[in-house]
Each structure stands twice: as structure tokens, then as C-alpha cells.
């Protein structure tokens, strides 16, 4: 049973194969069994899930059932759930049981889904690797000795050891397509603003995006049909009519016109990579689509923009965090300066410190025009470029990451390093575009991701091309050796 697809498994419930109650308790056993090795949860709600579940299935029986209704997923740990641990990785949330929902997990409540529990992530979503973790690092299914990418690490992990069909995951300059991407997985990120970010904690409010971690593109469409559309309560959610993207995965891709911008197929890509991903694009020019060779100039100062950016906001955001109101409180505060330093000090890891500093300085009076208004220009150039771009392709594709999954640990001492690994993924964030990543090869035996990018709104046809490879090839079929 775990080695289905949220679409097989909608299609077995229906055909009463077996009982949402049934897989729910099959998939919670193995969570049980498995997850010491990959620490993908942080926290189980096994009574909650079984109770869903057993609703689901008296729904159905009542012949009332609808799409989503018994399906099992989880929820990166960064969404409000009512009633439940919500840490976003984080010691200072430690201890952080939100009293509401967010938009997400009332959709998919809504839906009839039903939650196994919330999955690690870097803490705060800061981070490529899901090292940052004040709930332990996140092991790689495909090499526990590997990292899973970050900061949706947890959601990746899950999937990717057939724990959940599906997770929903967040991204802020590359938190979902990298993982999915060291994972064998299809990520989706949308646009910015088609799906609520409503009750999800905050890093940077104008890059942030939730999305999915799935095995398959159908599955992405059945996510993002339960996930996308206007909500009241985030004035960055656009009013948008939200299609039908299951309707249109089938599309042939007769005369796609495919770009491959030249900045992103660098000479220092390893071969393998770049073979990989060519691979891929020949697999498309095999399915009707031409490709142009584009330029995306301004590039490279992607980086440069989104860590002054990010940071910028997170530490507006993470002011909130301050010993009073919520979260982690320092013992015996001797008067309030003090309860709000040591409640900071020891309630933030490394990480987010650095970032917090970093923001701050660039906002400061004194520097504010030098580094924050120069990086919102600067974001305003990569937008440019990509506008440009679509006047003449349809969709863009590039590897996801510059090489396949590394070795915990290797990066940690150097943050410069770990920041490189959004090389190709940051500037959708920046330019607010929709990116999916989905797998492509292996090299050394460890999943290679491919990433698409669509025009604003275009996720239809996102979905439809990464299905379509799908349909033609068998890498999203691949598992980690020991779990097949
Ligand atoms: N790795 C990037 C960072 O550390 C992106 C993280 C994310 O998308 N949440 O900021």
C-alpha cells in the first residue's frame, strides 16, 4: 500500500480496495518502523489521523465521498495546525501549540484529507540541507549518509521513504524544487500569491510560497487544486480564477518552445549533471517541443539580492519572537532586557542569528539605500529578464541544483556554500514565477532534478510538461534501494 500515489490511492478507496482507516494505520506503522533513521516528523498525530480517517470512511460509506476524502499526507512544520505543535524547526517555537489553522491545513481539512503529522524543516525554513534543525538533521533516503536538501527536508524525506504520498512544503528562494530535486521527487512552488500564506510562520513575507512534495506531476495537480485560490486573510493572495489542472496534464506538447537560458548551464556543472539534464531536453524534443537557447543576464546577482532581501524581512518577521508573548522564555529574566536577549539568544539557532544580524544591518538608517533598496532594484532587473524571456518561450528548464545530493556536514561550516546551492532557484522567488523540479537521472546513484519555469499563473502548463515527461520516462518511478 505505500508505494501508491495520491492518484492510485483515490482511485483504491474508491474501489474499496481497502479503507482510509486501513492505510492510515499501514502508513503510521511504518513511520513508527522507519522514521528513526530519516527524523522526517517531528511530531505524529496518530489518534487525530486515525479519527480522520475513520470519518472519511463513514462518509464514503454514506456515499459522500469526494476526491481528496481519506487520503494520508503531513504538513511541513511551519503551517498552524490547531491543537498541535507547531516549531517551524525552532526551539524558541518549542513549545508553540497554535490555536488556529492555516488556510492550508484547513483547505486540506476541508478536502477531507487526512494529516499524519508535521515534518522537519531547517529551522525558521533557513537553509539547503535540514541541518538547521533544532529537531535533529534529516537523512537522505537514497543515502542516510546524504542530506535531503532544505528547508522542506522533512517533507522530501517523507516522501521519498513512502511514509506520505504527498507533503506540503514551503518555498522562499528554492525550499521545495531542491529537496525534491536530492529526493527523486516532484516539487512544485507556484506563483507568488496563488496559494494563502495565511497561518504559515513568516521568513520572508514577498518570497515565501507553499507548495507540494509529491511523487508525481498528477499528484502536484491534485495538491494545488486543493491548495490554490483567493483568501481574504493574505492581501498578497491574488484574486485569480484557480483551472482545472487535472484537465489539461495530457496536452500534447507539439511546439512548446522551450528555453535554456545560458547562464544556467555554467562550465562549472559537472558533465554528468549537464548530461543529465540534456537528456532530458532531447526527451522533449521527442515529444514535439522546440528549444531556444535564451539569456537571463542579470543572473547573477540573484544571491546577492536575495540575501540581502531575505534577511531583511526575517528579521522584521522574527521580532515578534521576543519571550513575551509566545514561544521559548530564558529562566528567571532579571528585568526585561534581559528576558528579551536570553530568550533570543537561546531560543534562535546559528543561522537564523546570522540572518537576523544581516537583516538588520542592511535596514539600518545609515545603509538602507546602499543594500536594501539597491537589492529591490536589483530584483526588479531578474524580473525584467524573465519577462523578456516569455515573450519568446513558453516555459524555461534548467538543472534544479548544481550537483546531486552532498554529505551532512559538508557545508555547515561554510554558509556562502550552502547559499550557492539556490543558485538556479532563487531568482523565481525573487521574480515571484512558478518552478517545478522534477527527476531527470541519477548520478552516482543519487537522483538528478530538472527545473521548469512557467510565466505568472502558468502552472497549468507546468504541470502538463513535467506529465508528460513522466508519461515518457520512468525516473519519478525510481525509489531509494531499500524501500522498492
Ligand atoms: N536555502 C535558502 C535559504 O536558506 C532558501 C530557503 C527556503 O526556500 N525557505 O534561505
Same mark, same amino acid.
Given at each position: ?83 498541535? /505543535?507547531?516549531?517551524? $524547526? =525552532?526551539?524558541?517555537? @518549542?513549545?508553540?501549540? #497554535?490555536?488556529?489553522?492555516?488556510? !492550508?491545513?484547513?483547505? &486540506? ?97 514577498? /518570497?515565501?510560497?507553499? $507548495? =507540494?512534495?509529491?511523487? @508525481?506531476?498528477?499528484? #502536484?495537480?491534485?495538491?494545488?487544486? !486543493?491548495?490554490?485560490? &483567493? ?254
Amino acid at each position: 500500500m505505500y508505494n501508491k500515489t495520491i492518484a492510485d490511492i483515490a482511485r483504491d478507496l474508491n474501489a474499496g480496495e481497502y479503507s482510509s482507516v486501513e492505510l492510515t494505520q499501514s502508513l503510521l506503522d511504518r513511520v513508527e518502523q522507519l522514521d528513526s533513521t530519516y527524523n522526517s516528523f517531528i511530531t505524529v498525530t496518530k489518534e487525530q489521523a486515525l479519527a480522520q480517517a475513520k470519518a472519511a470512511d463513514e462518509r464514503r460509506a454514506a456515499g459522500n465521498a469526494e476526491l481528496w476524502t481519506g487520503i494520508p499526507i503531513a504538513h511541513k512544520d511551519i503551517f498552524c495546525t490547531n491543537g498541535v /505543535l507547531t516549531s517551524c $524547526g =525552532s526551539k524558541m517555537l @518549542s513549545n508553540f501549540v #497554535a490555536p488556529y489553522d492555516a488556510t !492550508v491545513i484547513d483547505k &486540506f481539512n476541508q478536502a477531507g484529507a487526512v494529516s499524519l503529522g508535521k515534518l522537519n524543516m531547517d529551522e525558521f525554513a533557513m537553509g539547503s540541507s535540514n541541518e538547521s534543525s533544532f529537531y535533529g538533521a534529516v537523512a537522505n533516503p537514497w543515502n542516510t549518509d546524504c542530506v535531503p536538501g532544505g528547508s522542506s527536508g522533512g517533507s522530501a524525506a517523507a516522501v521519498a521513504a513512502r511514509l506520505v504520498p504527498g507533503a506540503t512544503a514551503t518555498d522562499t528562494g528554492g525550499s521545495i524544487r531542491q529537496p525534491a530535486a536530492f529526493c527523486g521527487l516532484t516539487g512544485l512552488k507556484p506563483t507568488y500569491g496563488r496559494i494563502s500564506r495565511w497561518g504559515m510562520v513568516a521568513f520572508a513575507s514577498s /518570497l515565501d510560497q507553499a $507548495g =507540494s512534495m509529491t511523487r @508525481s506531476a498528477e499528484d #502536484a495537480a491534485l495538491m494545488l487544486q !486543493v491548495m490554490a485560490g &483567493f483568501d481574504a486573510k493574505d492581501s498578497t493572495c491574488v484574486d485569480q480564477p484557480v483551472p482545472d489542472y487535472s484537465a489539461t496534464l495530457e496536452q500534447d506538447l507539439t511546439g512548446l518552445t522551450i528555453g535554456l537560458p545560458k547562464e544556467y548551464f555554467r562550465d562549472d556543472l559537472s558533465a554528468d549533471m549537464q548530461q543529465q539534464v540534456r537528456n532530458a531536453i532531447a526527451e522533449y524534443e521527442k515529444l514535439g517541443a522546440k528549444v531556444k537557447e535564451i539569456s537571463l543576464p542579470n543572473t547573477h546577482l540573484a544571491i546577492p539580492a536575495y540575501y540581502i532581501v531575505a534577511p531583511a524581512e526575517c528579521s522584521a518577521n522574527l521580532s515578534r519572537m521576543d519571550g513575551v508573548r509566545f514561544g521559548y522564555r530564558c529562566d528567571d529574566p532579571q528585568d526585561i532586557n534581559d528576558l528579551y536577549k536570553r530568550s533570543r539568544g537561546e531560543g534562535f539557532g546559528n543561522e537564523v542569528k546570522r540572518r537576523i544580524m544581516v537583516g538588520a544591518y542592511a535596514l539600518s538608517a545609515g545603509f538602507y539605500d546602499a543594500y536594501y533598496k539597491k537589492a529591490q532594484q536589483v530584483r526588479r532587473l531578474i524580473k525584467n529578464d524573465f519577462v523578456e524571456a516569455f515573450k519568446e518561450v513558453d516555459i524555461i528548464m534548467s538543472p534544479t541544483t548544481p550537483s546531486p545530493a552532498f554529505k551532512r556536514g559538508e557545508k555547515t561550516s561554510d554558509p556562502v556554500a550552502m547559499y550557492l546551492e539556490d543558485i538556479f532557484t532563487i531568482a523565481l522567488n525573487l521574480a515571484g514565477l512558478p518552478g517545478m523540479s522534477i527527476p531527470c537521472g541519477q548520478v552516482n546513484n543519487l537522483p538528478v532534478g530538472l527545473q521548469l519555469i512557467g510565466n505568472y499563473f502558468d502552472e497549468a502548463r507546468l504541470l502538463n510538461a513535467a506529465h508528460k515527461f513522466q508519461q515518457a520516462t520512468d525516473w519519478h518511478q525510481q525509489a531509494p534501494a531499500d524501500i522498492a
